[in-house]
């Protein structure tokens, strides 16, 4: 039995129609259903909260997989965090939890005409330096911003917030996270083998 760990803001805790649901956890149980997943991601959160609680909240789970998933407050100019300090405290994340058990997820999108202190310069911003943290320390990435920007009618995947998920942005989410999971275990069980 594998150990699957979902760590980040409200988004990744499932944060649905004004209070924190299990439809991540559920939608992620479902496909893993010999497994155990625990989600641990805390509403409102930044990569500077959660840098200080990976070791306690995380690592001490002994989790065989960890999807980190924050960004949506990290964007905010709101007590605004720099691009390079968000890429620092992942990495720092990263490093402790071990690049091979991470999944990395961008930033999500967000309407930015609802949301003017998330503009889509600093979206793309964050996205860009998550990609690049993701190539440099071999770390598996989906590049959520784009995902849900190309698909045709981006606002039914948000709530009227224009940052929280839908259950449409959630399915779209499971779609790209599963296989991920799935291909990521592989390679987990490749490395162990050889």
């Known amino acids: 039995m594998k150990k699957i760990v979902l760590f980040g ?21 479902k496909n893993f259903p010999k497994d155990e997943v625990i989600n641990v991601s805390i509403p409102g959160y930044k990569t ?18 960890v999807i980190l998933g ?3 407050n990290d964007i905010s100019t709101t007590d605004e965090i720099k691009p390079g300090k968000f890429s620092s405290n992942l990495s720092t994340m990263i490093e402790a939890i071990g690049a091979s058990k991470v999944i990395l997820l961008s930033p999500p999108y967000t309407d930015w005409v609802k949301n003017p202190t998330r503009p889509w310069t600093r979206q793309l911003q964050f ?11 071999d770390v598996s990435y989906i590049d959520l911003l784009h ?9 039914k995947l948000l709530q009227k917030d224009g940052l ?14 599963v296989p991920e999971i799935k291909a990521t275990l592989v390679k987990q069980n490749e490395l162990v083998s050889n």
């Open 9 to 29: 803001d409200s988004i990744m805790a499932g944060f649905h129609d004004g209070v924190m649901s299990d439809i991540l956890t559920d939608a992620i149980q």
């Open 48 to 65: 500077s909260n959660a840098v200080t609680r990976v070791e306690q909240d995380i690592v001490s789970l002994k989790p065989d997989m």
């Open 70 to 72: 924050f960004g949506a």
């Open 127 to 137: 996205e860009l330096v998550t990609e690049h943290l993701a190539k440099q320390m």
């Open 147 to 155: 995902l849900m920007a190309s698909q045709s009618s981006v606002n």
């Open 164 to 177: 929280h998920f839908t259950k449409d942005g959630y399915i779209l989410l499971e779609s790209k996270l």
